[in-house]
């Protein structure tokens, strides 16, 4: 019989791809998983998404232990490796589905998410922008997007957005890495 808890957390900060690769490291994170939320079309794939029509953002859904790593620990991960201060946009990525986002699961989710949220105001030079929303149904995205990093880490942008992301957050949280 296992002890573990598991909870769940939906964020959104620009490319999935940048935020599956840290919270792939991060222990606590039991699975990532890239989708879409928050949009109205039933079934999005990653054309559709593109088009920045959709109302969907790119988001990763972690399952996580709370018992290992706090549902706050995950957002300040989050704010560090993304900017909440650029609306629809992270870096060269721009549209409505790279927008910042918090999905909260419930209640308490919530009220962490807006507490972190004012508290990052004080961080950040800007204004955030970070939406903070009931989770929407979540869509899994094509095969091909899970685990990207991992599986390409000398491609192009891997190399260029993904990796500098994976070390800022190694070097900022290294206590909370696996192994």
């Excluded at 870096?91 to 507490?115: C, K, L, M, W």
Aim: proline share 4%; glycine share 8%; hydrophobic share 35%.
């Amino acid at each position: 019989m296992s002890n573990t808890q598991t909870e769940f957390a939906t964020l959104g900060g620009g490319c999935f791809w940048c935020t599956e690769a840290v919270f792939q490291q991060i222990r606590g994170v039991q699975k990532v998983e890239s989708g879409y939320a928050g949009g109205l079309r039933p079934e999005p794939t990653y054309e559709d998404i593109c088009t920045g029509t959709t109302g969907h953002a790119e988001v990763v859904r972690l399952s996580f232990d709370p018992t290992i790593v706090s549902y706050r620990d995950l957002l300040e991960i989050f704010f560090t490796i993304h900017d909440p201060t650029t609306l629809n946009r992270q870096g060269n990525d721009v549209g409505t589905q790279y927008r910042s986002v918090i999905f909260f699961h419930d209640e308490q989710q919530q009220a962490t998410a807006q507490q972190v949220v004012k508290e990052m105001a004080m961080v950040w030079d800007d204004a955030i922008v970070t939406e903070v929303s009931p989770s929407p149904m979540f869509y899994l995205a094509e095969a091909y997007h899970q685990n990207y990093f991992r599986q390409h880490p000398d491609q192009g942008y891997c190399a260029v957005v993904v990796a500098p992301k994976v070390a800022k957050a190694r070097k900022v949280f290294a206590s909370k890495l696996i192994g």
